[in-house]
DNA sequence: GCCCTATTTAGAATAGTTCTTGATCTAAAT
DNA sequence: ATTTAGATCAAGAACTATTCTAAATAGGGC
């Protein structure tokens, strides 16, 4: 699987993307992320394999890194309960679904046409700038997670 | 407005609840959180107010309490991204929605009819037993938070 | 090449939460 | 009433994820 880096490489590479700068490090980070597909590591998991790219990249830089790209909207930053941060690079609107039985995190599409906050009753006036929905249960996906289904 | 502790405390002082017992600590923080209604504190909040009703109590009771209770379906812990766990006795299906402008958490209730689960494309044979979508904005409920919107 | 600022690094600090230990309480059995 | 076993509590230590701090470094504009 060839690795997602050109979106972001290609286009801000050296130059600004927001009015920031895509620094190696961001990069490197990034590519991670990319490469690392549906997988929403946590920044620790990050730093491991982003210190095979680049060893002297510190710990607090992959944090720095993951904030500056989420704030310029590149990824997104998934929080399930108080668990350690998870990111992704997925930026279409889905929903995150973590499995009792195997552990995983999987993203959820949205349907088609469908909008997220459609069921909820929001007040009049109300402003969305960001929704995030965590489900947890069992997916059904493995064999395993099949049979734990009562 | 009186105090919604009845629920539990006729049912369950001193006796079981889902094979807990219902001690003087737990009704105290289940109380402190009924008596705050819809304000959605911290455990430290709680803390504060559930020391005036029993000063001996302690944090780390407050904590094991609070996760009691969560374990045995009575409130509902509240994750906004990575800031401090919130509580809820609202155990009506609802989203919850932090406005950046005002800083608060308000509950939103699901449309008539609506079901939370219905917008997005769930694999076949996944189960989900549990559900937290929050969303962050601005409510345009108070005065400033009207004038923010562009 | 030099300067200015943004960024990185490493480690210390912090916040929220969980863990540990011994004390206390409760319910049930004696 | 006493004993016993197990659940719960209090206090503080420990832990984890994250943020902060200060000094070093890097990169783009001149």
New interface residues.
Partial sequence: MAEKTLDISISTTAEDFGGLRMTKQRQVVYDVLAALGREHPTAAEIFVDAKERMPSISLATVYNCLETLTGAGVIR?V????AA?RYCANLTPH?H?YC?CCEKV?D????DS????????????????????????????CPRC?SE?S
Avoid: N
């Avoid at 959820?108 to 349907?111: D, P, S, Y």
């Avoid at 006036?125 to 947890?136: D, F, H, L, N, P």
């Fill in positions: 930053q929080c399930i309960d108080r941060a929903a679904f009792d999987f959820i599409e949205l349907k469908a909008e997220a906050t459609s069921v909820w009753s929001l007040p009049k006036g109300s402003k969305v700038t960001e929704m995030q929905v965590a489900m947890r249960g069992i997916c059904g996906l099949r289904e």
